[in-house]
């Protein structure tokens, strides 16, 4: 496999950004698998495999370089999805978010708001903040539904995004360890049918 | 305010089985605060007010406390619901959990199946235990509702857990600190509403 373009230009900022890159991931990882308590930077430089001084150059502190990599990780990937109907956009944000508890960084959320609590200082504005996001991109897809006439004008926002989005939480967190190969496998499936389950609900409570 | 009976009845059993309960209680709350990289029985002892050599005797290890404790609060209190009719069974059901994530245990529950990753051989067969007692009562809900005919022989058990108590934990979990009172002023009101979207999508797709 070719190394990606900026990683081959040589020193000055693209082979700093790959860096960069690196330990990002690494720290929302390790914050996943073992929260904040646990979280070192050299833990970090360690999993990363890269150079001690370049990470302590950017981030002389664990506070830093946790609070950078959850934004980066679970605030900055915000998705704008607008296909143009209710039940395509309410799929895909349920899509996203099954992908996103699938892949390496899906504890970290989690973990964010129940650390929110016990390090309100620390973690407190970031939960806050990717809170009011998701909040506001999920809110959009259900005020166009109403504006285009898919939906009533007291459709619920609320109970629309807790069940679906909510849903898929739940559906994560209740299969066992010996079954989420299984559960992964048919989570396309399970995309579809828990879409159709909520937009049954929202269109006969709230109907145009 | 008069002291309970068992604690008023000298040294011997009841005097023992308040100063555990004690323990028990201050155990849950700092896991759920805290974590477990920050739990020791010193810290249990503390906020229980009670005498350290009894706690220590008891529970010699903080693994032994804080499993026993997560036991205590969160598989024990296994609520067997069952009202004759869907619709009530339902209701108590996401009732239950929401007073549960509003309560002083709410968040250890969250906990442990984060936890539950890091510190597999600690918490596994615990998170394991209470997914199975969760999951076994409220499917039983729903065969019952099926046996009755109140819900069609293919409607998802799945789909209707998910978006129902999924729909709660959201809630709870999308609400910003400030606005905790007022969502909790709300919360009966909610419990209503979430538990009539949910029926309704469930009546809809699978007809009795």
Redesign the interface.
């Known amino acids: 496999m070719r190394e990606p373009v900026t990683a081959a230009a040589g020193p000055g900022r693209p082979r700093d950004a790959e860096v960069g890159r690196k330990a990002l991931r690494a720290a929302v990882e390790l914050y996943a698998?073992?929260?904040?308590?646990?979280f070192t930077v050299d833990a970090v430089v360690r999993r990363a495999g890269i150079g001690k001084a370049a990470v302590y150059r950017r981030w002389p502190t664990r506070e830093k370089l946790v609070a950078d990599a959850l934004e980066w990780a679970l605030v900055l990937p915000a998705i704008a999805i607008d296909t143009g109907n209710v039940d395509d956009d309410l799929r895909e944000l349920a899509r996203a978010l099954m992908a996103h508890y699938l892949g390496p960084y899906g504890?970290a959320g989690?973990?964010l708001?129940?650390?929110a609590?016990?390090y309100p200082e620390l973690f407190?504005e970031l939960a806050?903040t990717l809170?009011?996001t998701?909040?506001l991109e999920a809110r959009a897809i259900v005020r166009r539904a109403i504006a285009r006439g898919e939906l009533g004008e007291h459709a619920?926002p609320?109970?629309i995004?807790?069940?679906?989005?909510?849903?898929?939480?739940?559906?994560v967190?209740?299969t066992?360890?010996e079954l989420r190969p299984e559960m992964t496998a048919r989570s396309a499936r399970y995309i579809e049918?828990?879409t159709?389950?909520?937009l049954?609900?929202a269109k006969?409570?709230g109907p145009p």
């Open positions: 698998e073992l929260g904040w308590a646990k504890l989690l973990r708001h129940v650390e609590r016990a407190g806050a809170r009011r998701r909040a619920s609320t109970l995004l807790d069940t679906l989005l909510g849903g898929v939480l739940n559906h967190l209740a066992p360890e049918d828990i159709a389950f909520v049954t609900a006969a409570i």
